[in-house]
């Protein structure tokens, strides 16, 4: 009986099964369900994914060429987890691509239906009712703002640097705005960030979107513990 390392597989699967696993991969690596150092051996994905050694090759290069992993000759891959000195070079990277974006709003404005449909979901979420907070789709509702910010500047290689940037901070928000208080924080901060580029107010869209990102980038240590933690429980 021939195991699924040994097995071949068809092409057309093969080129869909190197995607799906290859992100799949990722997006474990990016909301930290391997710690630092963890080894992702071929054999052991071969059987998870009951695929052959070819995407699963193919998944961790592509996943060391992006520096989510680090390749080491004999031995395999082994997951590559940001550190608190990186995390905050990310943070000011993210920092700088905003306030740019701030400032282009200011002068160009934002379409007035996207406005509209950010302006009701962050106000729903000042209801005293909300009491019950849905982590994962509160950072989803969180990224798609940011990004939605991003790609209404119309510069779209700006749009791409923030998304790849808010990917890899993922985590941040998922470890540590857990909290119906913090939703309610946030929710004001996207409202004020509206309110000050509809103004044009270029000074108010710099302090308010300073004080959005200041909130994760003030915590990256608490955050990179409470992940650590998750990780290493979630792996016994």
């Known amino acids: 009986m021939t195991s699924p390392s040994d097995q071949i597989a068809h092409p057309a699967n093969e080129v869909a099964g190197r995607k799906n696993i290859y992100l799949q991969l990722r997006d474990r690596i990016v909301q ?22 070819v995407p699963i090759r193919e998944a961790l290069r592509a996943l060391a060429a992006e520096g989510f992993v680090d390749k080491v000759p004999n031995q395999g891959c082994f997951v590559k987890q940001l550190n608190v000195k990186e ?17 282009m709003l200011t002068e160009r404005g934002l379409p007035r239906d996207w406005v509209l449909t950010q302006r009701n979901q962050w ?6 009712s909300v009491e019950h907070l849905d ?7 969180d990224t798609d703002f940011h990004i939605g910010l991003a790609h209404a500047c119309g510069n779209l290689s700006i749009a791409r640097m923030v998304e790849e940037v ?6 941040i928000k998922l470890s540590i705005d857990t909290t119906p208080e913090r939703l309610k924080e946030t929710a ?10 509809e103004q044009k107010d270029a000074a108010a ?9 200041d909130h994760s980038s003030s915590r990256v240590e608490l955050a990179i513990s409470r ?5 290493h429980t979630i792996t016994r």
């Open 188 to 197: 004001n901060e996207h409202l004020r960030i509206l309110d000050a580029i």
């Open 123 to 128: 106000q729903s979420m000042l209801q005293p």
């Open 135 to 141: 982590v994962s789709a509160f950072v989803a509702a």
């Open 87 to 103: 995390t905050i070079e990310l943070f000011e990277v993210r920092l700088a691509l905003e306030l740019h974006i701030g400032e």
């Open 205 to 213: 869209v710099r302090s308010a979107i300073k004080g959005n990102i």
């Open 166 to 171: 808010s990917e890899r901070l993922r985590f």
């Open 227 to 231: 992940a650590l933690l998750s990780a």
């Open 32 to 53: 930290w369900h391997y710690p630092p150092g963890f080894h992702l051996g071929e054999k052991t994905l071969c059987e998870e994914f009951e695929v052959s050694r």
